[in-house]
């Protein structure tokens, strides 16, 4: 088995935790392999070039190559571990690391090799970890784009985040009126919700506004918001609303939604009672 990327003491971790390592090490160890073939190739162009009398020349290019070769080779290993020792406090007991896709794997850290941000780290680190809980949990598709995700426009999505929830382990946006003072004091403006939607994260019904269909008298809908509840009766969204339920008029997508679980934010003060009160006539008395 190759030797442990991170250094940690082994007989300290969980199960899932030492099968990921392990699991990183074989495909990082792959990952590198193409510098090989490249030594090959600039190896056959220098000959060219010794043999046309340009030896000094040519022995000063080869050490400047292999130092950037060498340097980049160290500064993406250091990338993977960062990232690996960040995910690896987040499995689940449960976690089988073993379940995560080949391909999926290679494909995440021929990415997430390049990502050096501390903040966006981490949100690799979730991914990684939340892939090793629950095997294609994140598409390929959601890897690729996060790895050309800049950093202003996570922290625009983050923003949109802070005003989400979840319901059935989806999550939510709630934005009603982007003009209303809790939005704008928290930085949720057109400019971030355009921006957001540009990237293909949500789209916006500012017209229409996003509604859920609801069935099912004597049932409620639960809506999580960092620990608070928000339960919506189904009988009187059907009688008063005619069975569907406004929740704003922003919806995330299916990448949106896939990188929402990943997205750490703080809770809006008085947001919880912001949005009972738009539904103060469809909620469940307490």
């Known amino acids: 088995m190759p030797a442990p990327l991170v250094d940690l003491n082994l007989g300290g971790l969980a199960k899932p935790a030492t099968v ?3 699991r990183v090490s074989d495909f990082v160890g792959g990952a590198f392999a193409p510098y090989q073939m490249k030594r090959m190739v600039e190896a056959k162009a220098n000959a060219d070039i010794i043999a046309a009398g340009a030896e000094e020349q040519v022995l000063g290019l080869k050490e400047r190559s292999q130092h950037r070769r060498e340097a980049e080779a160290l500064r993406q290993q250091a ?3 960062n990232v690996l020792s960040k ?3 987040q499995l689940n007991e449960e976690s089988d690391p073993s379940q995560i896709d080949d391909d999926w794997l290679a494909h995440f850290f021929e990415k997430s090799r390049n990502i050096s941000d ?3 780290q981490n949100l690799w680190a979730k991914v990684l970890s939340g892939e090793a809980n629950e095997a294609g949990k994140y598409s390929k598709r959601t890897v690729s784009f996060l790895s050309d995700m800049s950093k202003k426009e996570a922290d625009h999505f983050s923003c949109l985040c802070q005003f989400s929830a979840v319901c059935g382990g989806a999550g939510i946006a709630f934005v009603f009126n982007k003009e209303d003072g809790v939005y704008r ?3 949720l403006t057109f400019h971030v919700l355009s921006d957001v939607e540009a990237i293909g994260l949500v789209g916006c019904e500012y017209s229409l506004g996003v509604h859920l269909k609801l069935n099912g008298r004597g049932e409620s809908v639960v809506f999580e918001y960092h620990g608070e509840s928000i339960a919506v009766s189904v009988d009187k969204v059907i009688d008063i609303a005619g069975g569907t339920l406004k929740v704003g008029c922003v919806k995330l997508t ?5 990188l929402f679980s990943v997205c750490s934010v703080e809770p809006v003060d008085g947001f919880v009672d912001y949005v009972k009160d738009k539904w103060k006539d469809l909620l469940i008395e307490e």
């Not at 299916?254 to 896939?258: H, I, L, T, V």
């Open 79 to 81: 990338n993977i571990e």
């Open 254 to 258: 299916q990448m949106g939604s896939e």
């Open 185 to 187: 004091e928290n930085g």
């Open 87 to 89: 995910a690896l406090p």
């Open 20 to 22: 990921l390592i392990e």
């Open 118 to 120: 501390d903040d966006m």
